[in-house]
């Protein structure tokens, strides 16, 4: 039924409970996991162009290093819990 999950995450608990959701969905349809990182850039407002972007792309790459981390140890986590 589902080939590609989107999977939007904020880093919050809400977003750490789709990872789950999703991952279970995924393993049972074999389907793709496509992850989309959202990052509140509010307080980003008021920098010169420059500093905005080189300042975006730094958040970004940090918290797409953070989502990758926690998917990897919730995989782990579920892959445990499965053995047991």
Do not use: C, Q, W
Not at 7 to 18: F, H, Y
Not at 44 to 53: A, R
């Amino acid at each position: 039924m589902y080939s590609k999950i989107l999977l939007p995450t904020d880093g919050s608990k809400n977003s750490e409970r789709a990872i789950a959701h999703a991952l279970t969905i995924a393993e049972f349809e074999d389907a793709e996991i496509v992850v989309l990182n959202v990052v509140d850039s509010v307080y980003l407002t008021g920098l010169p162009e420059e500093d905005l972007i080189t300042k975006s792309e730094m958040i970004l790459e940090e918290e797409s290093k953070k989502v990758t981390s926690r998917v990897e140890e919730i995989i782990k986590k579920l892959e445990e819990e499965k053995g047991s």
